[in-house]
C-alpha cells in the first residue's frame, strides 16, 4: 500500500533538513513551538505532574487518570525521540488517548535525555518509575492486576528493556509491554533488514539518518550489542510479559519490531504483532487523528483487557 495521503501530503510541506551536526537543544525547542494549549487537549478526570520519588532519585512524571475510581490497573508510558528528544509536553496527547481508550491511570515519564545523561540514565529512569508506582508509596492506588509499559520509537526500546529487566530481577508484576514501532536493533548496518533498504527514503525517518540521531545515545555510553540498548539481541525471550508490537509499513526499522515479535512467541511469550498499512515511523505521535491510525488506541485496549 503507498504512503497514506495526509502524511504524503505533510511530508512535502517539510524542509530540507539543516546541514551541519544536529542540535539537541534547538531541535527540543521546534518540537515544543506548536503545541496545543491545555484547554485544547483531550479532557481527562484528572492531568497532575508530580515527582516520583525512587530508589535512584526523584523522576518527573505526568499522571492521567481518566475517571474516578477506588483503584487502577497502571500502563507506565515513556515517549519516544532517539533518546535525545521528546517530553512530557510532546508525547501528552499520547498518554491521554491512551488513558481514555483504555480506562488505565497512565504515568508518563520525563526520563534524562542524552547527551546530558549518559547511558543508562533515561533507563534506570523507566525502570525506577514502574518499581516506583507499584509501591504503595506512590499514592497511584494500582490495583495489582494490570501494570503496563509501553512506548514509541526509542521508548519501545526502553519498554522492552524494563521488561527484560524487571524478569531478570525476579521483578514479576510487569503484565504487558507496548512497542508502537520499537527501535530494537540499534546496529545500523542496512543489509540487516529488508526495511532498512526498502523504507530508505522518503517517508520521513529516513535509514541515513538512524546513525546520526541515534549518536548522542551511543557515544555516551550505550553498546548496540548489549541487550539492553537493542533488545532484539537478548538470547532468551522466555518468561518476558506479553506483547503487541505495532509496526508502520513504511518505517526502516519495520523489520527489527516484527521480528522481536516473531522471537517471543517462538519463547513462548504471547505477542501480537500488527503492521499498520501506509503508515510511517512516528504515525502513533504524528498521525493517530487519521482514523485508520487511532484504531492503535483500540487495538491497546483490547490488548491490555483480553482474558
Known amino acids: 500500500m503507498t504512503l497514506h495521503p495526509e502524511i504524503a501530503k505533510f511530508l512535502a510541506t517539510l524542509p530540507a533538513p539543516p546541514e551541519g551536526p544536529l542540535n539537541p537543544v534547538a531541535m527540543r525547542a521546534a518540537d515544543e513551538a506548536h503545541l496545543p494549549p491545555v484547554e485544547d487537549r483531550l479532557p481527562l478526570h484528572s492531568v497532575e505532574d508530580v515527582t516520583a520519588r525512587t530508589a535512584d532519585g526523584e523522576v518527573p512524571v505526568r499522571i492521567y487518570t481518566p475517571a474516578e475510581a477506588d483503584t487502577y490497573g497502571l500502563l507506565v508510558y515513556f515517549h519516544g525521540g532517539a533518546f535525545f528528544l521528546g517530553s512530557l509536553e510532546t508525547h501528552d496527547h499520547v498518554a491521554r488517548s491512551l488513558a481514555k481508550e483504555t480506562g488505565l491511570k497512565v504515568v508518563s515519564v520525563g526520563y534524562r535525555l542524552a547527551p546530558e545523561a549518559a547511558f543508562p540514565a533515561g533507563l534506570d529512569d523507566c525502570y525506577a518509575v514502574v518499581r516506583w508506582a507499584a509501591g504503595e508509596d506512590s499514592g497511584l492506588d494500582w490495583d495489582g492486576a494490570t501494570l503496563a509499559v509501553a512506548g514509541d520509537s526509542s521508548g519501545g526500546t526502553f519498554a522492552a528493556a524494563v521488561a527484560a529487566r524487571a524478569h531478570d530481577d525476579g521483578f514479576d508484576r510487569i503484565t504487558h509491554q507496548i512497542l508502537y514501532y520499537p527501535s530494537l536493533d540499534l546496529d545500523f548496518d542496512v543489509d540487516r533488514y529488508p526495511s532498512l533498504r526498502e523504507n530508505a527514503t522518503g517517508y520521513g525517518l529516513e535509514t541515513a539518518g538512524l546513525k546520526p540521531f541515534n549518536a548522542f545515545y551511543l557515544d555516551s555510553g550505550a553498546d548496540p550489542a548489549d541487550p539492553l540498548v537493542s533488545p532484539v539481541k537478548r538470547t532468551d525471550l522466555s518468561g518476558l510479559p506479553p ?25 513462548g511469550v504471547p505477542a501480537t504483532v500488527t503492521r499498520y498499512e ?30
Open 243 to 267: 506483547a503487541l508490537v505495532v509496526t508502520a509499513e513504511h518505517d526502516p526499522m519495520r523489520d527489527e519490531g516484527e521480528l522481536y515479535g516473531k522471537r517471543l512467541r517462538e519463547a
Open 278 to 307: 501506509g503508515a510511517n515511523h512516528g504515525f502513533v505521535q504524528h498521525f493517530s487523528w487519521i482514523p485508520e491510525f487511532h484504531g492503535v488506541f483500540e487495538e491497546t485496549r483490547d490488548f491490555l483487557h483480553r482474558g
